[in-house]
């Protein structure tokens, strides 16, 4: 099976500042069509998950442009610019390389 | 609008059975590989089955093979997860999914597994 393995963020982040996390996997995520298969999810307290990216960079329908992924292969990175309240959560990392689908344990993200 | 509604949640012993339904709109279901993904409370995400748009594939974690069985009735745009022999590691929060590139989850629905 694939390890996702998340960061950890020194919270809390204050509103306005920047954010990143970083996630790694035990196995290149790069799919013979080229695309690297890596989400982003953030669950807002109380809530399902919501995708952010998707393919590694690509911004899901509807999400801020403060939103932006990026990464090679084996190492991922989210960035969250100017971050709001609104943003508190828990960011995952899934692969969708391969079966078992796994995901990072998660990054809690607090704001200030 | 995209909506996934999850039912058929709730409290059960260990060792029974539960069917979980997503009745799926806004969308054309036929078009979407689908899947279940797990919360344990307080815990984090994990995946538990994927089907294919059209049904013929399925896949599972080796934790639930043989106990659980993901299916689908595309005509009522409906998924379906049979969840037998339960354990009380099963308890978790269910969503149905809808995979692929922008994917989507529902709200979720509780399973107890519990004596």
């Known amino acids: 099976d694939i390890v996702m393995t998340q960061g950890v963020l020194p919270n809390p982040v204050p509103s306005g500042e920047s954010a990143s996390i970083t996630c790694r996997s035990s196995?290149?995520?790069?799919?013979?069509?080229?695309?690297?298969?890596l989400n982003w999810f953030l669950q807002r307290p109380g809530q399902s998950p919501q995708l952010l990216t998707y393919?590694?960079?690509t911004r899901a329908s509807g999400v801020s442009d403060r939103f932006s992924g990026s990464g090679s292969g084996t190492y991922f990175t989210l960035k969250i610019s100017r971050v709001r309240a609104e943003d508190a959560g828990v960011y995952y990392c899934?692969?969708?390389?391969?079966?078992?689908?796994?995901f990072g344990s998660g990054t809690k993200l607090e704001i200030k | 609008e995209v909506q996934l509604v999850e039912s058929g949640g709730g409290l059960v012993q260990p060792g029974r059975s539960m069917k979980l339904s997503c009745a799926a709109s806004?969308?054309?279901?036929?078009?979407?590989?689908m899947a279940w993904v797990r919360q344990a409370p307080t815990k984090g995400l994990e995946w538990v089955a994927t089907?294919?748009?059209?049904?013929?594939?399925?896949y599972y974690r080796d934790s639930v093979k043989g106990r659980f069985t993901i299916s689908r009735d595309n005509a009522k745009s409906t998924l379906y997860l049979q969840m037998n022999s339960l354990r009380s590691e099963d308890t978790a929060t269910y969503y149905c999914?809808?995979?692929?590139?922008?994917?989507?989850w529902g709200q979720g629905t509780l399973v107890t597994v519990s004596s």
């Open positions: 999914t809808r995979e692929g590139a922008n994917a989507y």
């Open positions: 806004g969308f054309t279901f036929s078009n979407y590989g």
């Open positions: 089907i294919s748009y059209d049904g013929s594939s399925t």
């Open positions: 196995k290149s995520l790069v799919y013979k069509d080229g695309k690297t298969y």
């Open positions: 393919w590694m960079s």
């Open positions: 899934q692969q969708v390389r391969e079966y078992p689908r796994t």
